[in-house]
């Protein structure tokens, strides 16, 4: 079966501009949450989403946000980009937190 | 709050040699643990987790970790390391509602 798809790979903005980044979680699957990957910071939790409900929420200025669709794809959004957005964004996927995740390959955000 | 340590950044073992990568937690009430590896330029992939039951958790790759309580750790395990097994390595902790948070990554070099 699909994996999950994140699109896009690679997105190169500039600062003051918004960026959408979209996640397409495993088929059947109702949770799906959102990481930032830094080299200094490891992996960073942004948000929890579960049936169209944020569930649990990171320690990110409000700039960042995201919202989960009836079909349980996800998208996060960042407004006004700041050159320290520049990661890996991370989605993954899972029907039960205790079945583990399913990641995406990621969204490589450069912020110019 | 929860929280997960990695002490190690890397750790260096020769082919055919044990290997441990540690991990130790803090979290309120029971844990649910998981350790996930990376590959260069791809997302997050599962290795094993742990829920409930047996301390030991065998998983993907010939991988397994112990749940040891009263130390609050959950160091992950091989026998015999390949080379194959170079990556960096993520331990992750979540409480039964809450958020699950990775640690920063210890980075394994298997030595040819």
């Known amino acids: 079966k699909a994996g999950v798809t994140q699109t896009p790979r690679y997105l190169i903005k500039t600062r003051g501009q918004q960026v959408t980044l979209s996640c397409s979680p495993i088929s059947g699957h109702r949770s799906v949450s959102w990481y930032q990957q830094t080299p200094g910071q490891g992996l960073q939790f942004l948000f929890e989403?579960?049936?169209?409900?944020?569930?649990n929420k990171g320690n990110f200025p409000g700039r960042f946000s995201g919202r989960q669709f009836s079909n349980s794809r996800s998208e996060m959004n960042v407004s006004t980009l700041e050159l320290g957005d520049s990661a890996l964004y991370l989605c993954?996927?899972?029907?039960?937190?205790?079945?583990?995740?399913?990641f995406g390959s990621g969204t490589r955000l450069t912020v110019v | 709050a929860q929280s997960v340590a990695q002490p190690e950044d890397q750790v260096n073992v020769a082919e055919g040699n044990p290997l441990t990568v540690k991990c130790t937690y803090s979290?309120?009430?029971?844990?649910?643990l998981f350790w996930y590896v990376q590959y260069p330029n791809r997302g997050l992939q599962f290795l094993l987790k742990y829920i409930t039951g047996d301390n030991l958790v065998k998983g993907s790759y010939g991988f397994e970790a112990e749940f040891n309580k009263s130390q609050t750790s959950f160091h992950l395990k091989k026998p015999s390391a390949l080379v194959s097994d170079s990556a960096l390595y993520f331990c992750a902790v979540s409480a039964r509602d809450d958020k699950i948070i990775f640690g920063k990554g210890t980075r394994l070099h298997i030595l040819p």
């Open positions: 979290v309120s009430g029971n844990p649910y």
């Open positions: 989403y579960f049936s169209e409900t944020q569930r």
């Open positions: 993954a996927s899972s029907p039960l937190k205790t079945y583990g995740y399913t």
